[in-house]
Structures are given as structure tokens and as C-alpha cells.
């Protein structure tokens, strides 16, 4: 071999590896993509435990040392609003307070626990100082954040005193947060459910308007 | 009989899958400890040990394919393990368990979650038949430079098109859960 052909079969191996750097580029562009373009609504993920399945009881320590306990039976009846914030994700910030608010308004049946993962507990004692949450219990646990698959950041789930799941999602304002424990006192879990159930030829309507 | 060229191509293949693979497992063995829980098919005494046990076997698959000596247990180890990656993972999509993290990501998507899906079954059995493959006789060839380029290149394209292989079923796992179903 030798000649034209030759210098043909070295171009042919340099065009085969630019494609597939083009090719491996494209998909890694197109996975991305899906990362960032986060939904705006209170997204409810169809991954991870679904609402009213019971929820495993975990074992947690917070960034005090106190364990507790997520999942189960509550033995003072409380429900557990799990908020999973990060110090790297801006909209946790802005949503910090607004979780304390309302759980302050929902007192009377609802702790509020923060949770987060990573390994510098000093960046997430600065942070915990930072946003004045001291009072609330912060655990920093990968296998909590796991179990319920949480993907995207701020991410609440809301588990109800009896131990099942009431709602979880996405969410980046109150009314987001406030969809969740509206669906735990009305037992829909989102707006799409009610539809379904409720107004079929609606639901059918918009399926044909969105397809 | 096939050329020892193709023999080192899977060889040094496989070496660099399993690199990714260790790699992935010995850097986070929290997180790994965590999928293995996941999976709920161990005993919870065995997770422990497999945390390090798993990444172990692989770092060894790697020296054997580099090497090239022992091949056949090599081939048949690597094979076998990834058989056993494929069973865990059908009897968790069949238990419809498949939001669990897969923990089979390599390179560029290893950091991030990858939802279980049947077209992870079929690429663990491509890659096992890619295995056993190394184990059909070569014919005798000494390798010269030239040969040494073409290995590289082929071994570049092989992780190249490998990850975007695997970026396309993490997409595709994404999608799906958009729709909803």
C-alpha cells in the first residue's frame, strides 16, 4: 500500500476520530441541555419513591451530632418537610427563608429538616451560620439525597406523620412549596392527577392540544 | 484465528473501562456503598466488603488486560462480571425498581446519576461478547510502529464512541422521564 492510498487511509483515520469527537461532543451537549433547562414549574419527578408509598426509616446525624430519624411513624404526630438546599445553588438561598415562614405558620404539624451532601462540613457550617438556620436540624447525608432521588436543587419532600410520602418536587417559590402540603391535605398529588380524575374530557383536550 | 492487532485493541480497552470503572467506585466509596444498598440484592454485613472488593477485582482485570498474560481468566473474570452488573440490573428493572442510581457511569457522565434501562442489559452483553472475543487464537505477527498507531487510534475511538454511547442512554433516560412515563 503505498502512494495515494496511503496518505487516503491516514485522512480516513484522522476524519474518523474528528467524528467521533463531533459525535461524543454533540450527545455530551444534548446531555447538558437537560441539565440546565430546569423546569420553572413545581416539578414532580415520576423517579424515586412514588407519594404514599411508605418511606424507609434512615438514620441521620446532623451537623450538630444529634440523630435523627427520617421515615416512619412520627411519635410526636409531626410531619417532616426534608428541604435539600446546597451552598453552591443560588435559588436555595432565596428559598431558605420562605420554608422557614411557612413552617412557622404550619408549626403545630410540621418540623422543617434541611439536608444536603458533600464533604466540606466547614463550607456547610458557614452556610448554616450564614442563613441563620441554627435552630433547624442540617444533615449532610449522600444516601438520604439518594433515597429519594433527588436530582435538582432547592428539592422538598414531604412525609407525613403516619410515614408515607404526602408529596416531593422541585421548587423555587412559595407557591411551589405550598403545592406540597396543599396535596397533602387534599390527597391529590399534583394538578395533572386532579385533571384526570376529575375533568377526563378536559384532560383529554389538552393531551390533543399538546401533542 | 484474528490478528493480535485486534487482540490489543479489546485489550487496552478493556483496560481503560475498567480504570473508569475502579476509578469511579474507589474516588466515592460512600456513594458506591449507597448503589450497592440500592440494588437491595446483598446482605446488609456483604456491602462493606464489596465496596472495596468490586473496585479490587476490577484494578486486577486491568493489569491482566495490559499485561496480556492470563488471558483466558482475564476475558472470563471480566465477562463474568459484567453478566453479573447485567443480572442486577434486569432483576431491578423486572422489580420495576429502575429510579435506583445504576452506578455504571464511566468518564464524563460518571459523576452524575444514570436511571437503570434495558439498553444498559445490552450494552453489558455487548461488551461481554467484545470480551470473550479477545479469546479466539491470534495468528503469530510480530507488531511494528505502524500497528502501535492504529492500536491507539482505534482504542481513542473505541472510549470516544463507548461515551457518547453512554451519554445517548443517559439522555434517553431523561427524556423518558419528562414524558412522564
Given at each position: 500500500m503505498e502512494g495515494p492510498l496511503l496518505i487516503s487511509y491516514a485522512i480516513l483515520w484522522v476524519l474518523v476520530i474528528v467524528l467521533s469527537l463531533l459525535v461524543f461532543a454533540l450527545a455530551r451537549q444534548v446531555g447538558v441541555l437537560h441539565e440546565r433547562v430546569a423546569p420553572a414549574g413545581a416539578l414532580m419527578p415520576t423517579s424515586g419513591p412514588k407519594v404514599g408509598e411508605v418511606s424507609n426509616v434512615m438514620s441521620v446525624t446532623d451537623l450538630k451530632g444529634n440523630t435523627l430519624s427520617i421515615g416512619g411513624v412520627d411519635s410526636q404526630g409531626l410531619a417532616t418537610l426534608i428541604l435539600f438546599i446546597s451552598?453552591?445553588?443560588?435559588?436555595c438561598k432565596s428559598l431558605v427563608p420562605v420554608a422557614r415562614s411557612l413552617v412557622s405558620y404550619e408549626g403545630r404539624r410540621m418540623r422543617l429538616v434541611f439536608a444536603s451532601d458533600g464533604d466540606k462540613i466547614e463550607q456547610h457550617a458557614a452556610y448554616v451560620s450564614d442563613l441563620d438556620i441554627g435552630d433547624y436540624p442540617y444533615i449532610v447525608s449522600q444516601p438520604l439525597g439518594l433515597a429519594y432521588a433527588v436530582s435538582k436543587l432547592p428539592f422538598a419532600v414531604l412525609i407525613g406523620s403516619d410515614g408515607t410520602l404526602k408529596s416531593k418536587g422541585l421548587v423555587n417559590t412559595r407557591e411551589h412549596l405550598e403545592s406540597l402540603v396543599e396535596s397533602m391535605d387534599s390527597g391529590v398529588a399534583s394538578l395533572q392527577e386532579y385533571v384526570e380524575k376529575h375533568m377526563p374530557e378536559l384532560d383529554e383536550s389538552i393531551t390533543e392540544r399538546a401533542s | 484465528m484474528i490478528d493480535p492487532l485486534i487482540a490489543r485493541v479489546i485489550g487496552f480497552g478493556f483496560a481503560v473501562l475498567f480504570i473508569g470503572a475502579a476509578w469511579h467506585k474507589l474516588s466515592t466509596p460512600e456513594r458506591f456503598a449507597a448503589i450497592l444498598r440500592d440494588y437491595q440484592l446483598l446482605p446488609a454485613f456483604l456491602i462493606r466488603p464489596l465496596t472495596f472488593l468490586i473496585p479490587a477485582i476490577e484494578v486486577t482485570l486491568v493489569l491482566g488486560w495490559i499485561s496480556g498474560l492470563a488471558t483466558w481468566i482475564t476475558a472470563m473474570t471480566s465477562a463474568a462480571l459484567l453478566a453479573t452488573y447485567a443480572l442486577a440490573i434486569a432483576i431491578n428493572i423486572v422489580r420495576g425498581r429502575i429510579y435506583i442510581d445504576c452506578g455504571c457511569g464511566f468518564g464524563a457522565a460518571a459523576g452524575e446519576e444514570q436511571a437503570l434501562s434495558s439498553s444498559l442489559v445490552a450494552r453489558n452483553i455487548l461488551l461481554i461478547g467484545v470480551a470473550l472475543l479477545s479469546l479466539v487464537p491470534t495468528t503469530a505477527r510480530g507488531l511494528g510502529i505502524i500497528d502501535l498507531i492504529i492500536v491507539s487510534a482505534s482504542v481513542l475511538i473505541a472510549i470516544l464512541l463507548y461515551a457518547s454511547s453512554e451519554q445517548l442512554i443517559q439522555n434517553r433516560a431523561a427524556i423518558v422521564t419528562w414524558r412522564g412515563k
Open positions: 451552598p453552591t445553588c443560588p435559588v | -
